[in-house]
């Protein structure tokens, strides 16, 4: 393509110029607006006209496009092409267009690298006079590119371009080569540098007020390649080549640069750094269910849980800020003392008035109260008659923690104690072997526990429990007991002596056999034909079971149907009566 002025634009330095832009994307990358586009498009003219030079050294010239038939550009002369040749200086574009200038401001980069190439001298748009010693378009070009491929990125400035180039002639030539003054002496010939007295300036990367543990980047922004020695508080702490440090300590700090023969000193940056505050806290140890006010000093902090706090066991920061804003964190714990397992183990509840005291009983050795308590005893007789005394029990274990446990206890009329004329009645007048005799104490079964103790050889036919017991006598002489144990528990004893009468039998009944299983035979031999005999069976309850209403002089009666156990035969004969004792198995 081309215009009206013009042939196609495909010279060589156009076409270099082009191609370089992809050499710039795969490399740098360079943005294309602004500082970082015009420096793209500075690079691109001076790779083309580069390529020009290299292709034809004898016809090669430091404009662009000019074999088109319309020059284009200018690197030796930029102004005469609408061009600045210094920063900021005649034709500088400020605005928004061209993506803020990108094709015009470059013309003082293009400016530098001919001055580089060429050499020159004169005065800038400022009033500074320069002096460039040109060291050739070879070692020019190894600069630039070296600060391409090396050091310049995407969002890469002029003050950043400035510093590559610096830094590549440094790794390529040597800190204040002729070469790396040559590069300082160009920036300053198009404005962007004031050369070898030019002043450097320690610059703080972030607050140079900030709390222990924390640091700030100090930045020092002298020459490539320069040495630079770093002052604390006037004592050197380092010499080397960094332009930056991290700082972590407080002090005045200094910088002096070494700039190939000339030393520069940076005015001095104060860093203050404060200590961080001295936090602590308190463990709490309290009992479940309860509530602990956490202690955290100095006062005006923050807890990590709720405060006043109720929970489980667990661990705690308390986080702490002074007034320079630095922060410091203590760590406590919290236990949590389950509480004591506490039961009272009484088992009665109701207690006669006249009873003795009760020793009240648990699991631990707490402390009682209550109406009626005196120490570990509950007093009847104290707490009056009464129902629902609630008598409570507390206990404190090592940790202060209180469990407790509750009972409810009455108080009911005094205990009976048997009247002293209290003896057992024998019911019956004589005593038999194998006979059916009662025995009984009067009084009122509701007031005692009963227990009737049977002599060896007898057999009971009703409860050992009621104040009336019946058995089979078993024999011979014994002694027949019955226990009495009121409501407070005291136990009295009645006993007699059961004498057997040996004298003969109303009339003369046998029943054989004894034990029997199916059959029982009834034989009455001194019983008159005129004489009417009866015969009921009871069975150990005292149930009536069977009943035979006629008994011939030998009778048997089936016993089949009977249960296992012990029978009771009353034979009636007229208005006598006799018992016998029957075992079926």
């Known amino acids: 393509s081309g215009n009206a002025n013009a042939g196609p634009l495909t010279t060589l330095d156009i076409a270099g110029h082009e191609f370089s832009h992809g050499l710039i994307q795969k490399t740098a990358n360079l943005n294309y607006s602004n500082e970082p586009g015009t420096i793209n498009e500075a690079i691109a003219d001076i790779l083309g006209t580069v390529l ?3 292709a ?16 284009l550009r200018s690197m030796s002369a930029p102004e005469s092409y609408n061009q600045p040749g210094t920063f900021h200086g005649t034709n500088w574009y400020f605005g928004t ?6 094709h015009i401001n470059s013309g003082f980069i293009n400016k530098w690298f001919y001055l580089l190439s060429e050499g020159g001298q004169g005065t800038n748009d400022h009033g500074t006079n320069y002096v460039v010693n040109g060291m050739g378009i070879n070692d020019a070009t190894r600069i630039i590119y070296h600060s391409l491929i090396s050091y310049l990125v995407p969002q890469s400035d002029f003050n950043d371009l400035k510093w590559a180039t610096m830094q590549s002639a440094a790794d390529l030539f040597g800190t204040c080569s002729p070469q790396y003054l040559a590069v300082a002496e160009g920036w300053v010939a198009v404005g962007l540098s004031e050369g070898i007295n030019e002043p450097i300036q320690l610059i703080s990367m972030g607050n140079t007020e900030f709390c222990q543990g924390n640091n700030v980047v100090l930045s020092v922004n002298g020459w490539a390649g320069s040495p630079f020695d770093w002052f604390r508080n006037d004592t050197l702490i380092h010499s080397g080549f960094e332009s930056q440090r991290q700082i972590n300590q407080e002090g005045i700090y200094s910088v002096s640069e070494h700039r190939c023969g000339t030393i520069l000193n940076a005015d001095s940056v104060t860093i203050l750094v404060h200590q961080l505050p001295i936090v602590r806290t308190v463990n709490a140890s309290l009992c479940a269910g309860e509530e602990v006010l956490l202690t955290g000093l100095p006062l005006g902090g923050s807890f990590s ?6 929970g489980n066991s667990t661990t705690f920061q308390y986080q702490f800020t002074d007034s ?3 922060s410091a964190t203590a760590i406590g714990s919290i236990v949590v003392h389950p509480l004591p397992l506490v039961t009272i183990t009484n088992t009665g509840t109701i207690f006669p008035l006249n009873m003795e005291p009760v020793a009240l009983t648990s699991n631990v050795n707490g402390t009682f109260s209550g109406v009626g308590v005196v120490s570990n005893y509950f007093i009847p007789s104290l707490a009056g008659m009464g129902n629902d005394y609630s008598i409570k029990l507390n206990y404190t274990n090592s940790f202060g923690c209180v469990g407790t446990d509750s009972i409810l206890l009455s108080v009911i009329t005094p205990c009976v104690t048997p009247a002293q004329e209290l003896e057992i009645t024998q019911m019956e007048e004589n005593v038999s072997e194998g006979k059916v005799v009662n025995f009984s104490v009067d009084l009122n079964a509701s007031d005692y526990k009963i227990q009737w103790t049977l002599p060896t050889g007898c057999v009971a036919l009703s409860a050992l429990n009621e104040t009336t017991v019946s058995m089979i006598w078993n024999g011979k002489t014994d002694e027949l007991k019955v226990a009495l144990i009121n409501s407070c528990n005291d136990k ?3 006993k007699t002596t059961v004498a057997i009468n040996n004298s003969a039998p109303l009339f003369n009944v046998s029943i054989y056999p004894v034990p029997t299983s199916e059959y029982l035979t009834i034989e009455t031999l001194s019983v008159s034909a005129s004489q009417s005999i009866t015969i009921q069976i009871f069975d150990a309850t005292g149930q009536l079971v069977k009943t035979v209403p006629t008994v011939e002089k030998m009778q048997r009666v089936s016993v089949k149907e009977f249960a296992d156990g012990v029978y009771l035969l009353v034979v009636n004969c007229g208005a006598k009566i006799e018992k016998f004792r029957m075992v079926k198995n």
């Open 492 to 494: 009295f004893e009645l």
């Open 56 to 71: 034809d050294s004898t016809h090669a010239n430091w404009t662009i496009g000019e074999k088109s038939g319309a020059t």
């Open 97 to 102: 267009g061209d993506n803020g200038g990108v």
């Open 305 to 310: 849980v709720a405060n006043p706090y109720q």
């Open 324 to 326: 320079f804003g630095c």
């Open 52 to 54: 020009e030079f290299y």
